[in-house]
């Protein structure tokens, strides 16, 4: 069969959609619980102030089917923009045919034709399929760690 695929930026309209895949994330991610209003209040931040980042939609045959949030700061290492990709995730039943592959490479090729000089991502350091899978994209460990400080 077939499948239409699309990616592009999300629209108001897919925020409910977009809501539930980061439930779906949340559950496998040891970090964070999904709470609905919450993960709606970030969303619609980043919808509405492009600044901050983009939000893209993955579609098959019209309907979202995955997503991927790519945060814009700037690296004074790199003395440019650069992209925090978060929040990438294919609905469980899409996975397995190579679309969160053509999602976090539509997410690069935006960024590198945007003038961005590099996408950093974290991810679960138990989940190794999600660790493999970055690394056949090209992304690299890095020595840095992340430390969080809650406000």
């Known amino acids: 069969m077939t499948m239409d695929v699309?990616?592009?930026f999300a629209a108001a309209g897919d925020l409910p959609a977009l809501?539930?895949?980061?439930?779906?994330?949340?559950?496998l991610e040891s970090d964070f619980e999904p709470e609905r209003e919450k993960q709606m209040r970030g969303l619609r931040l980043i919808l509405d102030t492009p600044e901050i980042g983009r939000l893209f939609a993955l579609r098959v045959d019209g309907r979202v089917a995955g997503m991927a949030n790519a945060l814009?700061?700037?690296?004074t290492a790199q003395g440019s923009k650069v992209v925090l990709l978060?929040?990438?995730i294919v609905g469980r039943e899409f996975r397995g045919a190579g679309?969160?592959?053509?999602?976090?490479?539509?997410v690069?090729?935006?960024?590198r034709d945007a003038g961005m000089?590099?996408?950093t991502l974290l991810a679960d350091r138990d989940n190794a399929p999600a660790l493999a899978f970055y690394q056949t994209?090209?992304?690299?460990?890095?020595?840095?760690?992340?430390?969080?400080?809650r406000l």
């Open 6 to 8: 699309a990616i592009n």
């Open 19 to 27: 809501c539930d895949l980061l439930a779906e994330l949340f559950t």
């Open 72 to 75: 814009l700061t700037v690296s």
């Open 86 to 88: 978060e929040d990438v």
């Open 99 to 106: 679309l969160g592959r053509r999602l976090v490479e539509h």
């Open 108 to 111: 690069c090729d935006w960024a």
């Open 117 to 119: 000089s590099r996408v």
């Open 137 to 149: 994209l090209g992304f690299e460990f890095s020595a840095m760690r992340v430390l969080r400080r």
